[in-house]
């Protein structure tokens, strides 16, 4: 338990300080044919974290998801997540927030620490926010993570390079 309780310690310490992403972020095929990935290293003044983002190649400006991460030498911790405009509502199933459905929503440290470090990594951030007003377009929405994560990058973050298909 002490073990846990120091690493979500990091963690909250991570959220809350200062974070500057300084490489130039790059768009990459994902894993799966439609995705695309980034990753990131944020540089922190005492720790290090990883943004991670996806974005779907044919829905431009919706289904995206940003996670800031604690990467510690053996694992990746999720510390927070926003999802912008995913294709389905999520609706929490534990904690005080029971019951409640989100789409664009807010996976908050504090909320799903409350449940406990395990719970939080094996149910990848259960506890989810809904959040109003949902940002316009992709520049509001990194605009939002900037100011959740407390996060600024040296060079700007390239729009996802989407192809919208034709029906």
Same mark, same amino acid.
């Given at each position: ?16 300080? +200062? ?8 768009? &990459? ?10 990753? $990131? ?12 983002? @996806? ?11 940003? &996670? ?11 510390? $927070? ?9 999520? @609706? ?15 996976? +908050? ?37 900037? $100011? @959740? ?14 192809? +919208?298909?034709?029906?």
């Amino acid at each position: 338990m002490i073990e846990a309780d120091a690493i979500l310690a990091r963690m909250r310490q991570v959220l809350t300080e +200062p974070k500057i992403v300084a490489g130039a972020p790059a768009w &990459q095929q994902g894993n799966r044919p439609r995705k695309l990935v980034l990753a $990131a290293l944020a540089e922190g003044q005492t720790l290090n974290a990883e943004l991670h983002i @996806t974005a779907v190649v044919d829905l431009p400006n919706e289904d995206m998801s940003f &996670q800031l991460c604690l990467a510690e030498p053996s694992e990746m911790f999720p510390i $927070a997540r926003f999802d912008w405009r995913p294709p389905r509502a999520h @609706t929490n199933r534990v904690g005080p927030h029971r019951g409640l459905t989100s789409f664009t929503g807010l996976h +908050p440290f504090e909320e799903n620490a409350a449940l406990g470090l395990s719970a939080m990594v094996a149910n990848n951030l259960p506890v989810s926010l809904p959040i109003d007003p949902d940002p316009a377009d992709f520049e509001q929405a990194v605009a939002y993570v900037c $100011a @959740t994560f407390n996060l600024a990058f040296r060079n700007e973050l390239p729009t996802p390079p989407w192809s +919208p298909s034709l029906i």
